[in-house]
RNA sequence: GGCCCUAUCGUCUAACGGUUAGGACGGAAGCUUUUCAAGCUUUAAAUCCGGGUUCGAUUCCCGGUAGGGUCACCA
C-alpha cells in the first residue's frame, strides 16, 4: 500500500558471487530486495559479481538464474561484472590520479604490484535501517588493495562503483556484509557517490546455530526444487524467516508479501532455518492446488513403480489419499519404498494369523483360544464376502461399489460381532499391512472384483491353519 | 584476539512502558469409521543474568554472559 512510490526511486540490486549453488540465505536476500522493490515500485537489478576468475563457475551462475526464475524473482537490468572492466578501470585510474588510490610495491603475495586505497582512517557512522546507526572505525583497515591491477578490480572496489553507476539507493544484503560497509562507504566517498541506505538482514542459521552450509543438508534452492518443494511455499517460508507482518495469519502469497512487506519489521537476530515448518507449509501449498494437477504428478511417479493401466484406473481415487500422506512429492517415493503403496496395485502377502485382529490375538492364552480367533475371523471375513456379494449381485458394478455404501452393508455386522473383529480382519485382508486407509475406503479403490478376491484368500488361508 | 551485530517457549515469532506474555511449527493427550493419515479439541513450554531509569519494565540505559558475523592480492 505505498502511496509514496513515485517520491523516492528507488533501485535495488541482488549481487550474487557465482562460486557455488544459489544458497537458501542468499534466495532470502533476493527475495527481501524483490519485495522492497516492487512495493515501492523501483527498480532491481541483478548484478553477477564474477570477478574472481579462479571462483567462478558457469554452472553456479545457472543455478542462480534457474533458482531466481523458479521463485518468480524478474528483474529489471542485468549485468556481469566481469564485462565492466572498463568501467572499473577508468575509476581505477582516475583514483589513482587524484591520489586517493596508488600502485604499491608488494614483498608479500602474490604479485609484487597492487592498487591500495589510501584510507584517510575516518570514523564512520552509517544508518541501517534494520539495526538503526553503527559506527566503525577504519583505520585499523590500513590501505586496504582495491585491485590487483588496473584489469582486475577486487570485491570492495566493483561493489562501490557499481553501486554507483546503478544508481543503487538501497543495498539490501546479508549481515555478513555489515563489516564491509564502511570500506565501501570510503570508496564510495573518494569516488564522490552518494551513500545509499543500508538494510543488513539476519543470517540464515543451521539448528547448531552455526552459519548454514552443506554439512547440514540441503542449502541450495535446486535441491528443494528437485525435491518436488513448490516454489509458494519456499517463498512464504523463507520470507517469514525473520520477517512477519505481525498477525496471526501465516500463509501468505507473494503478492501479500509484497503488499506487507516492512523492512523495519525484520528480524535483528539470526533465524536457524527449520525443515519441519517449511514441510507443513509445503503441504498446506499442496493442499490448495488443484487435484486434477497433482494427480498427474502423482501418475507419473507411480507409474515408474507399478503397472501404468492400472494405476491410471483409479489415480483420482488415491491421489488425495496419498496426498494427505505427504508433504513433498518426494515423499511419495519413500512410501514406495516403505510399501505403503503397492497394495493398492498389487495383491498383499502376509502372515495368516496377522488377520486376527491384534487385540484379541494379545488376549489370547493357548493354541486352543488361537485356533478359535481364527474360526471367528474366517467366519467374519465370509459374512463380509457373503454381505458384498448379496448386495452388489452384478459383478462390475464398480460404480455402485462406493465406501459410503460398502460401510452401510458392513456396519451393523460389525457392531454386532465388534468393530474390532470384523473391521480389522477387512482391512488387513485388503492391504495387508498394519497401517493403510480404512477399509471401506480401499474396498472402493480396489473395486469389487478384486475386493471380493483379497477376502476369499484370506478365508482360504485362515480355512488352511484350522 | 580486534571491530561489529544479536538475545521472548525446542524452533519461527507477536506484544513498539501497564497483557493471565499471544500465534505458528514441533511435542503430549483426547475425539472421529478401535490401524494409519488428515481434521478437530485440549495441553506442556519462553522474556539470558545483574544493576539502574520509572508508580510500573520483555520493552529504555549500563555492565556481564552467551551466540553469531568479520578481519585476503575471495566475494
Do not use: C
Not at 228 to 251: D, R, T, V
Not at 293 to 304: C, D, F, P, R
Amino acid at each position: 500500500m505505498p502511496e509514496h512510490s513515485e517520491k523516492e526511486n528507488i533501485v535495488v540490486r541482488f549481487a550474487p558471487s557465482p562460486t557455488g549453488f544459489f544458497h537458501v540465505g542468499s534466495a532470502r536476500t533476493a527475495l527481501f530486495n524483490e519485495f522492497f522493490a516492487r512495493q515501492h515500485g523501483g527498480k532491481f537489478i541483478l548484478r553477477i559479481e564474477d570477478t574472481d576468475e579462479m571462483r567462478n563457475e558457469k554452472r553456479f551462475e545457472e543455478s542462480i538464474l534457474n533458482g531466481l526464475k523458479w521463485l518468480g524473482v524478474s528483474y529489471d537490468e542485468f549485468y556481469r561484472q566481469s564485462e565492466r572492466k572498463d568501467i572499473y578501470k577508468k575509476y581505477l585510474g582516475k583514483l589513482v590520479e587524484e591520489d586517493k588510490a596508488y600502485v604499491s610495491k608488494e614483498e608479500q603475495g602474490e604479485r609484487s604490484e597492487v592498487i591500495r586505497f589510501r584510507n584517510p582512517g575516518t570514523e564512520i557512522i552509517f544508518s541501517d535501517m534494520i539495526r538503526g546507526e553503527v559506527k566503525m572505525h577504519t583505520g585499523d583497515l590500513g590501505d586496504f588493495v582495491i585491485a590487483k591491477d588496473f584489469e582486475s578490480p577486487l570485491y570492495h572496489f566493483a561493489v562501490s562503483v557499481d553501486d554507483f553507476e546503478m544508481g543503487i539507493t538501497h543495498v539490501i544484503r546479508g549481515e555478513d556484509g555489515i563489516s564491509n560497509t564502511p570500506r565501501q562507504i570510503l570508496i564510495q566517498e573518494a569516488l564522490g557517490a552518494s551513500r545509499p541506505t543500508y538494510a543488513h538482514i539476519p543470517l540464515i542459521l543451521a539448528p547448531d546455530r552455526s552459519k548454514l552450509s552443506k554439512r547440514h543438508g540441503a542449502v541450495s534452492i535446486d535441491e528443494y526444487r528437485e525435491l518436488g518443494y513448490l516454489s509458494e511455499a519456499m517463498i512464504n517460508f523463507l520470507a517469514f524467516l525473520g520477517w512477519n507482518p505481525g498477525g496471526e495469519q501465516e500463509i501468505f502469497s507473494k503478492e501479500e508479501i509484497i503488499q506487507t512487506f516492512d523492512l523495519s519489521r525484520v528480524q535483528k537476530g539470526g533465524a536457524i532455518f527449520n525443515l519441519e515448518k517449511l514441510n507443513w507449509f509445503n503441504k498446506a501449498y499442496l493442499k490448495k492446488l488443484p487435484q486434477d494437477a497433482l494427480g498427474a504428478q502423482v501418475e507419473s511417479i507411480l507409474s515408474e513403480y507399478y503397472d501404468a493401466a492400472i494405476v491410471k484406473k483409479s489415480i483420482a481415487k488415491f491421489t488425495p489419499i496419498l496426498l494427505e500422506r505427504i508433504s513433498v512429492m518426494e515423499d511419495l517415493r519413500k512410501m514406495v519404498a516403505d510399501g505403503e503403496v503397492a497394495y493398492y496395485f498389487l495383491p498383499p502377502e502376509y502372515e495368516t494369523d496377522m488377520l486376527i485382529n491384534p487385540k484379541e490375538k494379545k488376549q489370547a492364552q493357548n493354541e486352543e483360544d488361537l485356533s478359535m480367533l481364527r474360526e471367528k475371523t474366517k467366519k467374519n471375513i465370509d459374512e463380509i464376502v457373503n454381505l458384498l456379494q448379496k448386495n452388489f449381485p452384478e459383478e462390475g458394478s464398480e460404480a455402485a461399489f462406493s465406501s459410503e455404501r460398502i460401510k452401510e452393508i458392513i456396519w451393523k455386522f460389525a457392531e454386532q460381532e465388534g468393530k474390532g473383529s470384523v473391521l480389522w480382519p477387512m482391512r488387513f485382508a485388503l492391504s495387508g499391512r498394519e497401517k493403510s486407509v480404512d477399509p471401506f475406503t480401499l474396498a472402493e479403490i480396489l473395486g469389487q472384483k478384486e475386493t471380493l478376491s483379497r477376502l476369499r484368500e484370506a478365508s482360504q488361508k485362515l480355512e488352511k491353519k484350522l
